[in-house]
């Protein structure tokens, strides 16, 4: 009989012990996270769509999209959330994993709200960046500068859409 009750004490104790996983999203929706080095945008949040531009194409993800993992280019991510407000961020880089469980992460190299990026001040990184690049001495030197061309060109894009 004791050896019964141990018996039973310890299945007990060990599912009570057991880790699970936090609680996963209902049938059809997607959480979603958002992190780059200077912010948390979102953290498993429901969200229901996301449009992320990616070195092999722009592309759109909803619940249930087939697993994904790319690398970021330098654009902005717009995120549908449930309530219908649109968001969108501009990131650098950085890459985007789609689940099989339609749980989707983006990490940001560095990441910014479209709202908080200047025009003028992306129109004067560029002609920076297009000077450092004509100047450039060395391969190394040209590869950073067409690396931070290509991203403000595409910032003076974003905010003047």
Same mark, same amino acid.
């Given at each position: *009989?004791?050896?019964? #009750?141990?018996?039973?004490?310890?299945?007990?104790?060990?599912?009570?012990?057991?880790?699970? =996983?936090?609680?996963?999203?209902?049938? /059809?929706? *997607?959480?979603?996270?958002?992190?780059? /080095?200077?912010?948390?945008? =979102?953290?498993?949040?429901?969200?229901?769509?996301?449009? #992320?531009?990616?070195?092999?194409?722009?592309?759109?993800?909803?619940?249930?999209? !087939?697993?994904?993992?790319? !690398?970021?280019?330098? /654009?902005?991510?717009?995120?549908?959330? +449930?309530? /219908?407000?649109?968001?969108?961020?501009? #990131?650098?880089?950085?890459?985007?994993?789609? +689940?099989?469980?339609?749980?989707?992460?983006?990490?940001?190299?560095? &990441?910014?709200?479209?709202?908080?990026?200047?025009?003028?001040?992306?129109?004067?990184?560029?002609?920076?960046?297009?000077?450092?690049? +004509?100047?450039? &001495?060395?391969?190394?030197?040209?590869?950073?500068?067409?690396?931070?061309?290509?991203? &403000?060109?595409?910032? #003076?894009?974003?905010?003047?859409?």
């Amino acid at each position: *009989m004791a050896l019964a #009750v141990r018996s039973v004490l310890r299945t007990v104790s060990r599912r009570l012990q057991a880790r699970t =996983y936090a609680d996963a999203p209902k049938e /059809g929706e *997607m959480a979603f996270t958002f992190a780059a /080095g200077n912010k948390v945008f =979102y953290d498993k949040q429901v969200v229901k769509q996301i449009d #992320v531009p990616s070195f092999s194409g722009s592309f759109g993800i909803l619940p249930k999209h !087939v697993p994904t993992l790319a !690398v970021l280019r330098p /654009g902005v991510v717009t995120v549908l959330e +449930n309530d /219908g407000k649109q968001n969108k961020i501009f #990131v650098s880089s950085g890459t985007i994993t789609v +689940n099989d469980d339609s749980s989707v992460q983006v990490l940001a190299e560095e &990441a910014h709200p479209l709202e908080n990026l200047d025009r003028a001040a992306a129109q004067e990184a560029l002609s920076k960046a297009q000077s450092e690049l +004509n100047s450039a &001495a060395n391969e190394q030197a040209k590869a950073e500068a067409a690396i931070a061309v290509e991203v &403000a060109e595409e910032i #003076v894009k974003a905010v003047s859409a």
